[in-house]
């Protein structure tokens, strides 16, 4: 009579594994329109961004291209 309990609840944590599995793959597969728009940045909210800003040919000049050196090490 155990092994009958131990299997029905072996079944119902493998359904529910399952469900969350179908669940998760269902959500990461729904399309970049259907994601929330990202909240407009008020300030430094200390946060850092993972879109690199559009090319700027006027930056790097012939006199910030002259005048360009390394960065310095940092010291302890």
Request: aromatic share 4%; charged share 15%.
């Amino acid at each position: 009579m155990r092994q009958g309990w131990g299997a029905a609840v072996a079944v119902a944590v493998a359904v529910v594994v399952v469900a969350v599995v179908v669940a998760g793959v269902a959500a990461r597969r729904s399309g970049p329109g259907e994601r929330p728009a990202a909240p407009a940045s008020v300030g430094d909210s200390g946060a850092s961004s993972s879109r690199a800003p559009s090319p700027d040919a006027s930056y790097w000049d012939p006199g910030r291209m002259g005048s360009a050196e390394p960065a310095p090490m940092p010291t302890e």
